[in-house]
């Protein structure tokens, strides 16, 4: 089973460079979550999806924008890096309140902005 | 501000002995906890949750423990294992607010277990 899907696992990107993380979850799920980690910070929530063709912003969306593409699809998009985002990125999808299941992640997404 | 926290950035302990891992919170209207493990390079996976209506919830060598009154969860891990070594994260959801399970995590716990 596949579960969460994260491309690319490793990016550089130079300052002010634009790009696209994709996510594709094969859970049939309805919500989608988009987290940074970063050193003695945690998992922080930038944006989610409760449901198909919702967003929300979460703790820390500023540099961020994202596209619930369909059900199993939830995008982040960074249009202009800079190097606080550096970072490694989760994406993760669950069901939806009131169902209680636990979110799934996938592999993560190691960037650097030089 | 953090509303979910871990004050042990990190805890040894021996093979076998029990591993008491610690989380606080400050919202009221959380109502769902989880706990999850994270290995290096790979994602978080869930390990075990617990709801507000319960104070304890166990599975295994794994059990969750919740005081609601002083907003407090331990994860309590009997014996302890090598394999265990991980950092874990504690996180919580407000479920009855909405409709989506968003989880709030800590800054997590890094547990080595030595053999």
């Known amino acids: 089973n596949a579960g969460v899907t994260q491309t690319p696992k490793f990016q550089v990107l130079k300052t002010g460079q634009s790009m696209t993380l994709q996510c594709a979850q094969d859970?049939?799920?309805?919500?989608m979550y988009w987290y940074r980690q970063d050193p003695g910070m945690g998992l922080r929530l930038i944006y989610y999806?409760?449901?198909?063709?919702?967003?929300d912003k979460g703790e820390v969306p500023n540099g961020y924008n994202v596209s619930r593409l369909n059900k199993r699809e939830f995008s982040l998009r960074l249009e202009s890096a800079a190097p606080s985002q550096t970072s490694v990125y989760f994406c993760?999808?669950?069901?939806?309140?009131?169902?209680?299941?636990?979110?799934?992640f996938g592999q993560g997404t190691r960037l650097t902005v030089v | 501000d953090q509303q979910v926290k871990q004050n042990s950035p990190s805890l040894s302990v021996q093979e076998g002995r029990i591993s008491i891992l610690n989380c606080d919170y400050t919202n009221s209207m959380f109502d769902y906890f989880l706990w999850y493990k994270k290995y290096p390079a790979e994602g978080p996976t869930f390990l075990i949750s617990i709801s507000s209506i319960k104070d304890k919830n166990e599975d295994g060598r794994f059990t969750v423990f919740l005081n609601k009154s002083a907003k407090h969860l331990s994860l309590h891990i009997v014996p302890s294992q090598p394999g265990d070594s991980a950092v874990y994260f504690c996180?919580?959801?407000?479920?009855?607010?909405?409709?989506?399970?968003?989880?709030?995590f800590g800054t997590g716990t890094l547990l080595a277990v030595q053999p």
């Open positions: 993760a999808s669950s069901e939806r309140y009131p169902k209680n299941t636990e979110a799934f």
């Open positions: 859970m049939n799920h309805n919500s």
């Open positions: 999806s409760a449901s198909e063709g919702t967003t």
């Open positions: 996180a919580a959801s407000a479920l009855g607010g909405g409709a989506t399970n968003k989880l709030i």
